[in-house]
């Protein structure tokens, strides 16, 4: 069951970390490059709206899984197990912050074509996931060299 647990954690970790690296990195240059806003801007709203319910639902499985290995440790838990936790809680708090205020702005204002107002949210988005990128990189790290 530990394992299983382990797995379930890095899996959603992986698909949160490398979801947001892929979409800051490669797909936004990309389309910000190529497309323009009326056709950008849909494409990025539908995208990050199917990413965010992967999340939602990886977000589940990580908090779920996290709390069930502090359950199995019990009085021993070790100091970056604790960190992860503060760090997620932040993470967690700024996926929220994305998903119900900056992407519904973006949903809203493509629904409207008034490309500059769903080019503002998606520059907030943008910025909130790379902060969420750095923290996931700095959780796996603290994961990793925290270990013994």
Same mark, same amino acid.
């Given at each position: 069951?530990?394992?299983?647990?382990?797995?379930?954690?890095?899996?959603?970790? +992986?698909?949160?970390? @490398?979801?947001?690296?892929?979409?800051?990195?490669?797909?936004?240059?990309?389309?910000?490059?190529? !497309?323009?806003?009326?056709?950008?801007?849909? #494409?990025?709203?539908?995208?990050? =709206?199917? $990413?965010?319910?992967? &999340? =939602?639902?990886?977000?589940? #499985?990580?908090?779920?899984?996290?709390?069930?290995? $502090?359950?199995? &440790? @019990?009085?021993? +838990?070790?100091? *970056?197990?604790?960190?992860?936790?503060?760090?997620? /809680?932040?993470? /967690? +708090?700024? $996926? =929220?912050? +994305?998903? !119900?205020?900056?992407?519904?702005?973006?949903?809203?204002?493509?629904?409207?074509? *008034?490309?500059?107002?769903? =080019?503002?949210?998606?520059?907030?988005?943008?910025? #909130?996931?790379? /902060? *969420? #990128?750095?923290?996931? $990189?700095? /959780?796996?790290?603290?994961? &990793?060299? @925290?270990?013994?």
């Amino acid at each position: 069951m530990n394992r299983f647990l382990v797995l379930i954690h890095l899996a959603a970790v +992986i698909v949160w970390i @490398g979801g947001m690296f892929f979409a800051n990195f490669c797909l936004r240059p990309v389309a910000a490059a190529r !497309l323009p806003p009326p056709q950008r801007l849909p #494409l990025l709203a539908a995208v990050l =709206g199917r $990413f965010f319910v992967v &999340v =939602g639902w990886g977000l589940l #499985l990580l908090w779920g899984s996290g709390l069930a290995r $502090f359950s199995q &440790v @019990g009085a021993a +838990i070790p100091w *970056n197990w604790y960190a992860m936790v503060g760090i997620a /809680t932040v993470m /967690t +708090i700024l $996926f =929220g912050l +994305i998903v !119900l205020r900056y992407h519904q702005r973006m949903v809203k204002a493509v629904a409207d074509e *008034n490309w500059p107002a769903a =080019g503002a949210a998606m520059n907030s988005i943008r910025k #909130l996931v790379l /902060t *969420n #990128l750095v923290l996931g $990189f700095a /959780t796996v790290a603290i994961a &990793v060299l @925290g270990s013994h």
